[in-house]
């Protein structure tokens, strides 16, 4: 088995830090198995787990089905009493700089593609972070196009510090995602994880299943330069336009003042996808390009992602438009 080694950043990175890095293989589920377990459902189970559903627990249990009606039903009640998909941050609707992780691209299978960094985020509180991500994936699932199941995530730890040394929120996305969210990651890209991280990573790695593991390639962004090893390996899932798009975003990061007055304004994207052509949409891209660096990087998304997104509010989950609707609105001052 291939092992692929973390890449050194200007000499604070964990050069010892590994993990397994292979070619992920799906177990088949037919129609029979998919048959079988629907029969075990009730009625109104039934109305809430469509295929899909019964897929990834198949899946996730390795083909036990017992196993995978258990956890069914406990994420179908989980579902009844969390109700996700209305779960929106307080922290981002008090002030919008709290937390940085958001759906903003797609990959080359049209898998929604999150980016999050530590850098910019002004909340660590464990229920609001927790919040925050239960709600970003909800984000994922409402814009995944037909016969998508799954998301990309590019993780930029940098800024990650002491602060951020919590397992309490390790083992909070950990639980969410196993239990209610398997088979949902398609691969994630864990980027200039500092050796700080190193022994963060140790002692929640053993918890984190070979599926998962074999998923997580490590990489490195130098912002002076020589990114050619993280630009190939994303080239392999992301066209150039979202490549392009993540390397920006990481440079900007990287810039103190920029990072400073930066945030992620999500009732901008809910107003794209009502009305793009309302006279605020505009007003809200020109004051997002003027925040950049070069004047000119969005960051809501992707070109494409954003096009996307205009004028289709059913790829926005009822969370985002509550987030929307009680949100303070920007901080001028970090304009």
């Known amino acids: 088995m291939k092992m692929r080694q973390i890449m050194p950043e200007d000499g604070d990175e964990d050069p010892t830090l590994q993990v397994e890095?292979?070619?992920?293989?799906?177990?088949?589920?037919?129609?029979?198995?998919l048959a079988s377990l629907a029969a075990q459902l009730t009625e109104e189970e039934a109305q809430r787990c469509d295929a899909s559903m019964m897929r990834r627990y198949i899946r996730a249990c390795g083909g036990d089905q017992k196993q995978a009606l258990r956890r069914i039903r406990d994420t179908?009640?989980?579902f009844e009493a969390e109700r996700p998909d209305h779960l929106h941050c307080r922290a981002c609707a008090r002030d919008p700089k709290s937390h940085y992780m958001?759906?903003?691209?797609?990959?080359?299978?049209?898998?929604?593609?999150?980016?999050?960094?530590?850098?910019?985020?002004?909340?660590?509180?464990?229920?609001?972070t927790r919040a925050h991500m239960i709600a970003t994936f909800q984000q994922a699932i409402a814009c995944m196009a037909?016969?998508?199941?799954?998301?990309v995530w590019v993780?930029?730890?940098?800024?990650?510090?002491?602060?951020?040394?919590?397992?309490?929120?390790?083992?909070?996305?950990?639980?969410?995602?196993?239990?209610?969210?398997?088979?949902?990651?398609?691969?994630a890209y864990i980027v200039s994880a500092p050796r700080i991280f190193s022994t963060f990573w140790h002692s929640i790695s053993p918890f984190i299943d070979a599926k998962t593991k074999a998923k997580i390639h490590f990489g490195h962004y130098n912002k002076h330069g020589g990114n050619e090893k993280l630009r190939a390996a994303l080239c392999k899932n992301m066209d150039d336009?979202?490549?392009?798009?993540?390397?920006?975003?990481?440079?900007?990061?990287?810039?103190?003042?920029?990072?400073h007055r930066k945030h992620y304004y999500h009732p901008d994207l809910v107003a794209l996808a009502r009305d793009p052509q309302g006279a605020g949409v505009v007003a809200a891209e020109a004051r997002r390009r003027a925040?950049?660096?070069?004047?000119?990087?969005?960051?809501?998304?992707?070109?494409a992602f954003l096009a996307s997104m205009a004028g289709h509010p059913e790829c926005i989950p009822p969370s985002l438009f509550v987030l929307a609707d009680t949100s303070v609105g920007p901080h001028p001052h970090r304009h």
């Open 21 to 33: 890095v292979r070619q992920n293989s799906k177990l088949v589920v037919d129609e029979d198995a």
């Open 76 to 78: 179908l009640a989980w």
């Open 102 to 128: 958001q759906v903003v691209a797609w990959d080359r299978g049209r898998r929604p593609t999150i980016y999050s960094c530590l850098s910019i985020p002004t909340c660590r509180t464990m229920e609001d």
């Open 146 to 151: 037909g016969g998508v199941e799954d998301w």
């Open 155 to 187: 993780l930029d730890m940098h800024g990650f510090g002491l602060r951020d040394i919590d397992p309490r929120i390790a083992f909070a996305f950990l639980k969410v995602s196993a239990a209610h969210y398997p088979e949902r990651l398609a691969q």
């Open 241 to 259: 336009e979202t490549v392009h798009w993540m390397m920006e975003e990481m440079a900007e990061n990287r810039i103190k003042a920029v990072a």
């Open 291 to 303: 925040a950049s660096a070069g004047r000119h990087h969005d960051c809501l998304g992707t070109p």
